[in-house]
């Protein structure tokens, strides 16, 4: 399985963008999509979550300010990203995981995309 992340860019504090993850290859069917960002020096840690049965899970404070969301029939998720701060920049890392099957537990990273959000 490969990710592919896009939709990071510049943007001023206040604004919004829309990250995408493509997954391909082949996912069990039983599944979660997340977005790490990730800082030099700083470890990467989750901000949002979602299974293929809808199920979310953010990091604290940023519900309703991120928003994470899939299409399943594209093997793609999303992470709205509305009223940018300059400490929300960051590369944001695309990552999956199997949650069944033979290969349960099985990860995957993507490169990322980079958001930059300036003052």
């Known amino acids: 399985v490969q990710l592919q992340a896009s939709g990071g860019g510049y943007v001023e504090a206040g604004g919004f963008l829309r990250l995408s993850c493509t997954a391909s290859?082949?996912?069990?069917?039983?599944?979660?999509m997340s977005w790490y960002p990730q800082v030099p020096g700083n470890e990467r840690e989750l901000i949002a979550r979602?299974?293929?049965?809808?199920?979310?899970e953010y990091a604290r404070g940023l519900r309703g300010r991120f928003t994470i969301s899939r299409d399943g029939t594209k093997n793609t998720v999303y992470l709205q990203m509305n009223r940018l701060k300059p400490e929300d920049t960051a590369v944001y890392l695309c990552?999956?995981?199997?949650?069944?099957?033979?290969?349960?537990?099985?990860?995957?990273w993507g490169k990322g995309t980079l958001v930059t959000v300036s003052s």
């Open positions: 979602m299974t293929e049965s809808g199920s979310t």
């Open positions: 990552h999956a995981d199997q949650l069944g099957g033979k290969d349960k537990g099985e990860e995957f």
């Open positions: 290859g082949s996912l069990f069917r039983e599944n979660a």
